[in-house]
């Protein structure tokens, strides 16, 4: 499951959070990585100190969460705070798969669903590309300012080396209600087709409901 979203982010919005980030305070990125990523990341972040996280999150997850194709495709249940992160010219991080579990000891979730949201326009930087591996190679994705990408995490990942400039994103995470990816993507592909219906097709819609529902009281973790 790779979903693409755009405009997540206003252009009004895009414009206020880079003007946050301009003076914020990064830290080497490795300070949150699990064992095995970190020794293939390379960037920074915003220090986990930063007064600036709850005026970002207001900017950039709240947007995100409360977007409804978000909310079809992820069905979340929790959602980790964004890691605001900074890649500049030499910086990569290469292929790893997310932790399995993230969190302090009192807030655990699984990682279900990872999110990145775009920052920056891509002509800003050269290189920077997120690759999702998958079956027939990978998915090389590089949105505009503003649209984000969600993927299952347990997927194979990378952000190849930026050459020039500077790359911006936003990432979290999702607990999702449904932890089966392939289970997500039945629901999201019928609320796709639901939503799709023209109003005099009622009774299809009907049954779409119907079926969408039985499968999540079936699948459905709470």
Do not use: C
Not at 12 to 29: I, N, P, R, Y
Not at 176 to 205: G, W
Request: aromatic share 8%; proline share 3%.
């Amino acid at each position: 499951m790779i979903i693409t979203i755009k405009n997540v982010l206003s252009t009004a919005v895009v414009k206020q959070v880079q003007s946050l980030l301009e003076t914020a305070h990064f830290v080497d990125g490795k300070l949150s990585a699990g064992d095995s990523a970190a020794s293939v990341k390379n960037n920074l972040e915003l220090s986990l100190q930063s007064p600036l996280h709850q005026q970002l999150n207001n900017l950039v997850m709240a947007e995100l969460v409360s977007n409804p194709t978000y909310q079809a495709a992820v069905l979340p249940s929790k959602v980790a705070s964004a890691f605001y992160s900074r890649y500049s010219e030499g910086m990569s991080y290469g292929a790893h798969v997310d932790d399995a579990v993230m969190g302090p000891l009192s807030g655990r979730y699984r990682t279900d669903v990872s999110s990145t949201v775009f920052l920056n326009a891509p002509g800003e930087y050269e290189g920077g590309e997120l690759r999702i591996y998958n079956a027939n190679g990978y998915e090389a994705i590089k949105l505009d300012a503003g649209d984000a990408v969600i993927y299952a995490s347990g997927s194979l990942h990378e952000v190849t080396e930026v050459k020039n400039g500077q790359r911006l994103v936003a990432v979290s995470w999702a607990q999702s209600m449904i932890r089966s990816s392939e289970q997500r993507q039945v629901l999201y592909d019928l609320s796709v087709v639901r939503d799709s219906l023209k109003p005099d097709n009622e009774a299809e819609r009907v049954k779409l409901d119907e079926i969408y529902s039985n499968l999540m009281r079936q699948w459905a973790e709470l």
